[in-house]
């Protein structure tokens, strides 16, 4: 008999087993409204606004630290927080967000394919859309 701690051990296993790829491709697909294999400003903007409003279970309009649950480190909300309120609002989010998309874009064509989404780079945008 297989005990349920063997099972998550297996789970785990095999979750950590996929290639990062794996998820850069499945993001392509959740965020690519125009279904052209690419991620665009516009794309990842949109999907960025729509993490924003379900973060902010408050509807204060702003993102404290909690609310963005490890998304950035209290180094990267204090350069992107121009106020010094300790709170992002919706337009200092997608600041970073842009920031992180040209980041992500090495040959600046201004899309992202999976492959620079797979870069460290491409994950870190990618923490600011999940």
Known sequence: MISRRSVAL??????????AWSASGSAVKMFDTDNDGTL??????????????????DHDGTLDVRELRGRLTAKELAAADPDHDGTLTLDEYLSVVE???????????GTLDA??????????????LR
């Open 10 to 19: 297996g789970l785990t296993i095999a979750l950590l087993s996929v290639p």
């Open 115 to 128: 492959k620079e989404l797979k870069s460290r780079k491409g994950q870190s945008l990618l923490r600011l």
């Open 40 to 57: 665009d400003l516009a794309e990842v903007k949109k999907a960025a606004a729509a993490l924003f409003a379900k973060l902010d279970p």
């Open 99 to 109: 920031q992180r998309f040209k980041a992500a874009d090495p040959d600046n064509d």
